[in-house]
């Protein structure tokens, strides 16, 4: 990549300055054929007969899928939602699997809440303080640190798999929802380090702005949705395609974060509104979350359900917790794929650069369809997933025992 400034000449992974047409596509020269007609035999020249066959044509090959379009600022929006909506099916296969990550990691701990619940109401305090202390508080100690593990990886593979997916799909490639989950898995821990690298400046940022607003406006105002809107837009904008850079450029977090100000100077208002759309994630989780709460309390509590309901009763309401459960991780990877998708129209439409998915495409190094000797193959469920499920169902069982004691 060079400076803003470049001369022109420069390759088209080049992000374009301010104002700069978008780069031409190599793609743009039509491929020969096989069909192009041969040319017409010289005067003279004898026409080839049965045993002098003409030379065999090599193999064309087909022509690679026209570059995206680098989308306007004003447009940005609406050409992620038109890219969120190309990409539903396999969309939604990823967002099941999230599902299915937090629903073994965070369902133990939500049904170990809800018997402590059903047990309560039967129990005096003094009974309750002393299971508690018998090992059940403990317990529920472990399964709350299995559902933040849960939690954790979950946002982390539904920003990668997003990325993966919705780049595979802009670029007329896509990619299949395993082979997210492959790169995804590739990428994991330099993701991680990168939300660190933004997540610094982005708090201290915030906190100061709470501060003057505080100070201006008074304690009693909540301006929380403000003060970080503003330090996203203002302080993480050079920061907003490090995710990409990563995922799709194939680069470690700090040579990732290096590139993204390089992006970031060639289309700043858009590199704002991909910060603010991150940001947004959060809100939109939460506020989804507690929707979600709300409409599950009203719809038990129309149907008389509740801790002192009968077996029946209970075991309806056990299920309908699992299946939140399940609908919250859903949740998470419909909030981020939509925070991360005007990042990846943009990041993809300034360098053309997805030099990270072909290490997962079918021949690809990292091919979880391929079967290698030497390496193990793809699993959906790593095995410290397994480990996770299975120590939550133990903790939940041990936590179970000592409140039925």
Same mark, same amino acid.
């Given at each position: 990549?060079?400076?803003?400034?470049?001369?022109?000449?420069?390759?088209?992974?080049?992000?374009?300055?301010?104002? @700069?047409? +978008? !780069?031409?596509? /190599? $793609?743009?020269?039509? %491929? *020969? &054929?096989? #069909? @192009?007609? +041969? !040319?017409?035999? /010289? $005067?003279?020249?004898? %026409? *080839? &007969?049965? #045993?002098?066959?003409? !030379?065999?044509?090599?193999?064309?090959?087909?022509?690679?899928?026209?570059?995206?379009?680098?989308?306007?600022?004003?447009?940005?929006?609406?050409?992620?939602?038109?890219?969120?909506?190309?990409?539903?099916?396999?969309?939604r296969r990823a967002s099941f699997y999230i599902g299915i990550v937090v629903l073994g990691t965070?369902?133990?701990?939500?049904?170990?809440?809800?018997?402590?619940?059903?047990?309560?109401?039967?129990?005096?305090?003094?009974?309750?303080?002393?299971?508690?202390?018998?090992?059940?508080?403990?317990?529920?100690?472990?399964?709350?640190?299995?559902?933040?593990?849960?939690?954790?990886?979950?946002?982390?593979?539904?920003r990668n798999m997003a990325s993966a997916i919705l780049a595979g799909r802009l670029v007329g490639?896509?990619?299949?929802?395993?082979?997210?989950?492959?790169?995804?898995?590739?990428?994991?821990?330099?993701?991680?380090?990168?939300?660190?690298?933004?997540?610094?400046?982005?708090?201290?940022?915030?906190?100061?702005?709470?501060?003057?607003?505080?100070?201006?406006?008074?304690?009693?105002?909540?301006?929380?949705?403000?003060?970080?809107?503003?330090?996203?837009?203002?302080?993480?904008?050079?920061?907003?395609?490090?995710?990409?850079?990563?995922?799709?450029?194939?680069?470690?977090?700090?040579?990732?974060?290096?590139?993204?100000?390089?992006?970031?100077?060639?289309?700043?208002?858009?590199?704002?509104?991909?910060?603010?759309?991150?940001?947004?994630?959060?809100?939109?989780?939460?506020?989804?979350?507690?929707?979600?709460?709300?409409?599950?309390?009203?719809?038990?509590?129309?149907?008389?359900?509740?801790?002192?309901?009968?077996?029946?009763?209970?075991?309806?309401?056990?299920?309908?917790?699992?299946?939140?459960?399940?609908?919250?991780?859903?949740?998470?990877?419909?909030?981020?794929?939509?925070?991360?998708?005007?990042?990846?129209?943009?990041?993809?439409?300034?360098?053309?650069?997805?030099?990270?998915?072909?290490?997962?495409?079918?021949?690809?190094?990292?091919?979880?369809?391929?079967?290698?000797?030497?390496?193990?193959?793809?699993?959906?469920?790593?095995?410290?997933?397994?480990?996770?499920?299975?120590?939550?169902?133990?903790?939940?069982?041990?936590?179970?025992?000592?409140?039925?004691?």
């Amino acid at each position: 990549m060079t400076d803003e400034g470049t001369e022109p000449g420069r390759p088209p992974t080049e992000p374009p300055t301010e104002g @700069d047409p +978008p !780069p031409a596509s /190599q $793609a743009d020269a039509p %491929p *020969a &054929t096989a #069909t @192009d007609v +041969p !040319p017409t035999p /010289q $005067a003279g020249r004898q %026409p *080839a &007969t049965e #045993t002098e066959p003409a !030379p065999a044509r090599a193999p064309v090959a087909p022509a690679p899928p026209p570059a995206p379009p680098v989308e306007t600022t004003r447009r940005l929006i609406g050409a992620s939602f038109d890219l969120l909506n190309r990409s539903t099916d396999e969309m939604r296969r990823a967002s099941f699997y999230i599902g299915i990550v937090v629903l073994g990691t965070v369902g133990p701990v939500a049904l170990a809440s809800w018997a402590l619940e059903v047990v309560y109401i039967h129990r005096t305090s003094a009974q309750m303080e002393a299971t508690l202390d018998a090992g059940a508080s403990a317990w529920l100690g472990i399964l709350s640190s299995i559902a933040l593990a849960g939690l954790l990886v979950a946002a982390i593979e539904s920003r990668n798999m997003a990325s993966a997916i919705l780049a595979g799909r802009l670029v007329g490639r896509p990619i299949s929802v395993r082979g997210a989950l492959a790169r995804s898995r590739m990428s994991f821990w330099f993701v991680i380090l990168g939300s660190f690298i933004v997540a610094i400046p982005i708090a201290i940022a915030q906190f100061a702005f709470s501060a003057i607003f505080a100070a201006t406006l008074g304690r009693q105002t909540d301006v929380s949705i403000v003060s970080a809107t503003l330090a996203a837009a203002l302080v993480g904008s050079p920061f907003a395609y490090l995710l990409s850079g990563i995922v799709l450029g194939d680069v470690d977090a700090l040579e990732a974060t290096r590139r993204s100000f390089r992006v970031f100077r060639a289309r700043k208002m858009a590199a704002a509104v991909v910060a603010v759309f991150e940001t947004a994630a959060t809100f939109l989780v939460l506020v989804g979350l507690s929707a979600g709460l709300d409409l599950a309390v009203r719809i038990f509590g129309a149907l008389g359900l509740g801790a002192n309901s009968g077996p029946a009763g209970l075991t309806l309401m056990t299920i309908g917790i699992m299946a939140g459960v399940f609908a919250l991780g859903t949740l998470i990877y419909t909030a981020y794929a939509i925070a991360v998708a005007p990042q990846i129209v943009m990041f993809v439409g300034l360098t053309r650069a997805t030099f990270g998915l072909d290490h997962v495409r079918p021949g690809g190094d990292r091919d979880p369809t391929a079967v290698r000797s030497g390496r193990r193959r793809f699993r959906w469920l790593t095995i410290g997933m397994l480990i996770a499920f299975a120590g939550g169902l133990l903790g939940l069982g041990a936590f179970l025992v000592i409140l039925a004691g």
